[in-house]
């Protein structure tokens, strides 16, 4: 994660200054949606440059810490989502990946269903814990999950990648939403099957996002880029990507070594 300017420095344009108090204000109810007995420190504000594949948030394992780049939210006309982006970043704390050796060891089975793509295996951790929250989020809390990526891919006008239509595609599915709402109707049939089955994996190992981490992956590898190739901008920004699998891979995390499994 490269450093970001905080909305403490200097001062903010009144846009950032605004949602910075709307923010504020759905910390409590956000923080509410994981229990009423959860407490964390109150989030963090950057104003990136907005650009897009920019992050919109992420939470910092490390530290606990929620962060939000408000000149993002205001370029993709985020503020109404506050609520739903946060509980999606607290997610991460108590959910998937909960703590850093639960990263790590679905780091390592990522890795694994990967085989000869495992360079993007940060990436696809993120996206199966992303997929596991934001199904909790929309199913048990009826938050507008849809909403966030409905409005960030009509903000990207570059054609999707095939992995990102896959992932789409797998959100339309579980939430019975129609053909076309998240991504255009896809043309290969593959891909499809695999969603459905992506769709499918989701339920099963909702409960367990550690067994379900490998099976995740090989079936997304399919549609990633191959290994000499890079992920690209086009449709490739997951607006709440959390850096929870950063450096796992540096240092030894206490609980892994000794994982059978």
Known sequence: MKPQRRSGDGHPAPEVGRLSEVFRDAWPEALAVWGPALRLHDPEFTQGGGAAGDPLAWFGLGDATVTVDLAQVSRLGLGDLAVTMLAHEIGHHVYAPASRAEAARSLARVR???????????????????????????????????????????????????????????????????????????????????????????????????????????????????????PGPAGSANPCSGDQGAGLGATLVPGLAGDDS
């Open 112 to 230: 694994l269903g990967l085989g000869d793509r495992a360079g993007h295996a940060a990436l696809v951790v993120n996206l199966w814990d992303d997929t596991l929250i934001n199904d909790r989020l929309h199913r048990l809390h009826n938050l507008p999950v849809h909403e966030v990526f409905r409005r960030s891919t009509a903000a990207d006008r570059s054609e999707p990648q095939p992995w990102w239509s896959v992932w789409m595609r797998t959100y339309e599915l579980l939430w019975a939403m129609p053909t076309g709402t998240l991504v255009p109707p896809l043309r290969d049939d593959r891909q499809e099957r695999d969603a459905w089955l992506l769709a499918r994996h989701t339920r099963v190992f909702a409960r367990d996002p550690v067994g379900g981490a490998g099976g995740f992956a090989a079936l997304l590898r399919p549609w990633l880029p191959l290994p000499q190739a890079t």
